[in-house]
């Protein structure tokens, strides 16, 4: 068989693997088709309504920081002692 322009054989019908965008499940749709629903989704998705608005970029909220001065530690005990007791380091 002679491919034609494109590339493709004479009957063959090139197809690629998707999930649906509404359910998750996987199925298989005509290569380039604009279809984003499985068949059994497609009529609830049809239901739904239209969003009246575009929904805005999503942000995290930012509280005020917090300031430190004058921070210090103070340790009164002196009985650390950071030598090994014995042991092998």
């Not at 575009?54 to 930012?62: D, E, G, N, Q, T």
Request: hydrophobic share 35%; proline share 4%.
């Amino acid at each position: 068989m002679k491919g034609n322009s494109k590339g493709e054989k004479n009957g063959e019908v090139r197809v690629e693997l998707k999930y649906c965008e509404h359910c998750g499940g996987l199925w298989v749709r005509e290569r380039g088709a604009g279809v984003v629903y499985c068949d059994q989704c497609q009529p609830k998705v049809a239901d739904l309504p239209i969003p009246k608005k575009r929904s805005a970029r999503v942000m995290l909220p930012v509280g005020r920081r917090t300031k430190v001065e004058d921070y210090a530690v103070e340790i009164e005990d002196d009985t650390l002692d950071f030598e090994a007791a014995g042991g092998v380091a």
